[in-house]
């Protein structure tokens, strides 16, 4: 009978584990690596979110969101979203319900509300905020919804 000589050679349990140990450095510089753009990415949003005002064609996204939203026979959509990492109280007094709300509002998320004060709700239209995500079941994202459904009914 002829032996396979494949068997021969079979890598050592040494040779692998250095493989398995190869592999899970690359992949944690990998997640590292993610895990700085995603940092930087949020970074930029906040530093963004906080110092400049809402633009023409932030404007024009939600008029979208909000055109879609009819069209699917729908009278509420989200039509904004930011980390509650962003509100005063990190979206504790959104998470609750909170009457004074509002007045944790920052940067373009205050000013999307007072635009909605000035021109939404004297159109007949409602705002809501509500955290939208739990991630490690502590609040994440808030987001804004607008309503334009009819109350008499």
């Known amino acids: 009978m002829s032996q396979d000589k494949s068997f021969d050679q079979v890598p ?3 040779h692998l584990r250095g493989q ?4 899970q450095r690359k992949r944690a510089q ?11 990415e949020l970074m930029n949003f906040a530093n963004d979110f906080l110092s400049r005002g809402v633009t023409e ?3 024009a996204k939600v008029r979208r969101v909000i055109d879609a939203a009819v069209k ?18 990190n979206g504790r007094a959104i ?18 509300y007072e635009r909605y004060e000035a021109l939404g709700r004297p159109a007949g239209f409602k705002l809501k905020a509500m955290i939208i995500s739990f991630p490690n079941g502590v609040p994440g994202d808030v987001g804004l919804f607008l309503n334009w459904e009819d109350d008499k009914y």
């Open 72 to 89: 699917d026979g729908k009278y509420e959509a989200m039509v904004y979203s930011f980390p509650s990492s962003l509100c005063t109280d």
């Open 12 to 14: 050592s349990a040494d």
């Open 57 to 59: 064609e932030e404007i």
């Open 20 to 23: 398995l140990t190869e592999a």
């Open 95 to 112: 998470n609750n319900a909170e009457k004074g709300w509002p007045t944790t509002l920052q940067g373009k998320a205050k000013e999307f």
């Open 30 to 40: 990998a997640d590292s690596l993610k895990f700085d753009a995603r940092a930087d």
